[in-house]
């Protein structure tokens, strides 16, 4: 198996897209461990294999420096670090205290930074690679979810940096995600009429699945991936069709002009 051997840290991999990331690294061979503040519903498992949970609060320091010793006596190495953890819940930048923003913030922009610098040894000594799970929400504008936007967008630039700095031993890249469905799809789009009609405006017609975004993960982090560092994959079916298509009331036969 393409992975086979090497040990995969997904952090937030316990649920929905991370569950998803996690499970594709168990079917590519890797021995996959996954942090989060609660534990599992149930343990995620692939290919008859099952992922190591390890109860985490990214944001406490102290906390992550010791998790990685912890890591580093019992599997020796770490050969990917996927930065999955993270989110937001929808809040108009008028409706709430800077606090809550600087929170979305932290977890979503600081925390993927400080363990990436924790796990650095063990991936320099690897010749390991760093997955940051970014989104389409930092590279347009992203009402309602501004913070989030903009650590995405940090997060991006983030990894383009990192990517330079720990070059040739480390690489880094980004998976920039758009709508995904997952168990709480329903939060966010309704029921299944809802997801449905969400996931029509996508080209490729559909929300993408978390074992989809997982099998993107896999490739960056694989040997196939070896002279990709410091690029961004779109991961988001096409993207969004531009809403002056259709509100545009041009004849489209006759119309020769360009936007």
């Given at each position: 198996?393409?992975?086979?051997?090497?040990?995969?840290?997904?952090?937030?991999?316990?649920?929905g897209?991370?569950?998803?990331?996690?499970?594709a690294?168990?079917?590519?061979?890797?021995?996959?461990?996954?942090?989060?503040?609660?534990?599992?519903?149930?343990?995620?498992?692939?290919?008859?294999?099952?992922?190591?949970?390890?109860?985490?609060?990214?944001?406490?320091t102290?906390?992550?420096?010791?998790?990685?010793?912890?890591?580093?006596?019992?599997y020796?190495?770490?050969?990917?670090?996927v930065?999955?953890?993270?989110?937001?819940?929808?809040?108009?930048?008028g409706?709430?205290?800077?606090?809550?923003h600087?929170?979305?913030?932290?977890?979503?922009?600081?925390?993927?930074?400080?363990?990436?610098?924790?796990?650095?040894?063990?991936?320099?000594?690897?010749r390991?690679?760093?997955?940051?799970?970014?989104?389409?929400?930092?590279?347009?504008p992203?009402?309602?979810?501004?913070?989030?936007?903009?650590?995405?967008?940090?997060?991006?630039?983030l990894a383009?940096?990192?990517?330079?700095?720990?070059?040739?031993?480390?690489?880094?890249?980004t998976?920039?995600?758009?709508?995904?469905?997952?168990?709480?799809?329903?939060?966010?789009?309704?029921?299944?009429?809802?997801?449905?009609?969400?996931?029509?405006?996508?080209?490729?017609?559909?929300?993408?699945?978390?074992?989809?975004?997982?099998?993107?993960?896999?490739?960056?982090?694989?040997?196939?991936?070896?002279?990709?560092?410091?690029?961004?994959?779109?991961?988001?079916?096409?993207?969004?069709?531009?809403a002056?298509?259709?509100?545009?009331?041009?004849?489209?036969?006759?119309?020769?002009?360009?936007?």
């Amino acid at each position: 198996m393409e992975l086979d051997g090497r040990v995969v840290l997904v952090t937030g991999g316990t649920r929905g897209v991370g569950a998803g990331i996690a499970r594709a690294f168990l079917r590519a061979g890797a021995r996959v461990a996954v942090c989060a503040r609660r534990p599992p519903d149930a343990p995620v498992e692939a290919a008859g294999r099952t992922a190591d949970f390890h109860r985490l609060d990214l944001r406490e320091t102290g906390a992550v420096r010791e998790f990685f010793t912890a890591l580093a006596e019992r599997y020796g190495r770490l050969d990917a670090l996927v930065n999955n953890a993270g989110g937001t819940p929808y809040r108009l930048l008028g409706e709430g205290e800077v606090e809550r923003h600087a929170r979305v913030v932290e977890l979503n922009l600081t925390v993927p930074l400080a363990v990436s610098l924790t796990a650095r040894p063990m991936l320099h000594a690897a010749r390991g690679a760093v997955v940051m799970i970014g989104s389409v929400s930092g590279t347009r504008p992203s009402p309602g979810t501004a913070a989030y936007g903009a650590a995405k967008a940090g997060l991006e630039q983030l990894a383009r940096s990192m990517a330079v700095e720990w070059a040739p031993e480390v690489r880094v890249n980004t998976l920039v995600l758009g709508m995904v469905r997952t168990e709480l799809s329903h939060l966010h789009y309704g029921d299944e009429a809802g997801v449905a009609a969400v996931g029509g405006t996508v080209p490729l017609g559909r929300l993408a699945t978390p074992d989809e975004v997982g099998e993107a993960a896999v490739f960056l982090a694989s040997e196939r991936a070896a002279y990709v560092s410091g690029a961004s994959l779109l991961v988001h079916g096409g993207g969004e069709r531009p809403a002056f298509l259709d509100a545009s009331t041009a004849n489209k036969e006759e119309s020769h002009g360009t936007v």
